[in-house]
């Protein structure tokens, strides 16, 4: 029997009028179910995205949702809770492929998000995610890096004309992927800024994680925070505009920091944007196309989410003659698998997804696969090599980067 300690009134804050109508629309159909990767890769009963819509409705029709105001509350038990959390609420990468997968549309990705704030605050997130929670809370990054390492890839890699924390119009967002993990997008990107004669900088030792992992997690509260820090650090450097190689940073930059904030006024530019303009004013030159087979990959928070799809098929058109479409492209992309902090959640799922969407990759018959997101670079580099495979892996900085003329 479940004792008193073990029930609990769950807070409901981060559920609104638009998100709860956008959970009681959902009728249990699962035709979701063929959009997801993670149920792609698993077959698992408990990754169908409607199991935890149908989860999360069952907690607030327990606890009576607003009806409460009427007929008070009635406390969950704390076991409804963990088991969301050990069945399918990290069985997913949090790709938002669900939404445009169901007869609704409903918005099923922010619900997922309000899902693993309520699991985090009454303290049953998965123990991995607890970890990322400490190292973002106690270094800003969720690699248990130091934050002095942040900026390591400027000594090692030696991008040209490299400022940091220094006042400029335009600001380069690295983020915490490319400023630990994959080095070679950030000296890329540092170069390519560097030759078109922008005036730029760093953010510098004030950078922090965009909050992108703190969602995943479900701390939104440390979200706002590192929100408003790197807000602030902009604000203070004078910058008008904000470059970045990331799309889960270019997500929360672009619209989770002025949801959360209110208006911020800064100009928000993927690297794909900003190359592209970039090639219209004919300020990039590049030369000596690729001849090998090129393929793009969309990150699914540039694409889906950010509605980038064309900028980064102009510019792969001008830097490569022979490129291909992968069938499950654009806005119907399939995710690499990186999303959610995947990659040290559930390895498993990680592996899988990003295996198939190399094996997508081969089908076509690709010698390279192009993207705009260092989880997108990680997750297909790592799959490549797992499978001995020779498919080459570059974020499109680093092939502009290598094509720039003199
Ligand atoms: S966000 Fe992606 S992985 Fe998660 S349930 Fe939706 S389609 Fe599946
Ligand atoms: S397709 Fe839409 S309505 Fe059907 S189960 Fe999935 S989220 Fe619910």
New binding site residues.
């Given amino acids: 029997m479940t004792s008193l300690a073990d029930r609990l009134f769950i807070s409901l804050k981060n559920l609104d009028g638009y998100k709860l109508i956008n959970m009681e629309?959902?009728?249990?159909?699962?035709?979701?179910?063929h959009s997801c990767p993670a149920y792609a890769v698993t077959r698992e009963d408990y990754a169908?995205?409607?199991w935890k819509?149908v989860e999360f409705r069952r907690l607030l029709n327990r606890q009576r949702g607003s009806l409460s105001a009427v007929l008070g509350e009635r406390p969950v038990p704390r076991e409804w809770l963990s088991n969301i959390s050990t069945k399918g609420l990290y069985l997913c990468t949090l790709c938002g492929r669900?939404m445009p997968?169901?007869?609704?549309t409903?918005q099923?990705l922010e619900l997922w998000e309000v899902l693993r704030s309520i699991i985090y605050e009454e303290g049953e997130a998965s123990p991995s995610l607890l970890e990322i929670a400490d190292s973002l809370q106690k270094k800003m990054n969720p690699y248990s890096r130091d934050h002095g390492e942040r900026l390591s890839w400027v000594k090692e890699l030696g991008p040209e004309g490299v400022k940091e924390g220094q006042r400029a119009k335009t600001l380069y967002y690295v983020g915490c992927t490319s400023s630990y993990q994959e080095k070679t997008i950030a000296s890329s990107t540092a170069n390519i800024l560097s030759r078109m004669n922008e005036d730029w900088s760093l953010f510098g030792k004030d950078e922090w994680c965009c909050g992108d992992p703190n969602i995943a997690v479900g701390d939104q509260e440390k979200a706002e925070e590192f929100a408003k820090h790197n807000l602030e650090v902009a604000s203070s450097l004078g910058a008008s505009r904000i470059v970045t190689s990331c799309a889960h940073c270019y997500r929360m930059w672009r619209w989770k920091y002025p949801e959360m904030t209110g208006r911020h006024g800064f100009e928000i530019l993927h690297t794909t944007e900003y190359l592209q303009e970039c090639l219209r004013s004919g300020a990039l030159k590049l030369e000596g196309k690729l001849a090998a087979r090129v393929t793009y990959h969309d990150p699914c928070y540039l694409s889906r989410l950010g509605g980038v799809v064309e900028e980064p098929r102009n510019i792969l058109n001008s830097a490569s003659e022979n490129f291909v479409e992968m069938r499950e492209g654009k806005f119907d992309t399939f995710c690499c698998g990186g999303g959610a902090m995947t990659e040290t959640v559930d390895q498993k799922l990680w592996t899988k997804i990003g295996d198939e969407r190399l094996r997508q990759a081969e089908i076509i018959e690709a010698d390279f696969i192009i993207s705009g997101c260092p989880f997108c670079r990680r997750s297909l580099t790592q799959a490549a090599e797992r499978s001995g495979s020779k498919m080459q892996i570059l974020d499109i900085v680093e092939l502009v980067a290598k094509q720039l003329k003199d």
């Fill in positions: 629309t959902c009728t249990r159909c699962a035709t979701c179910a169908v995205p409607a819509s669900c997968g169901c007869v609704f409903i099923n």
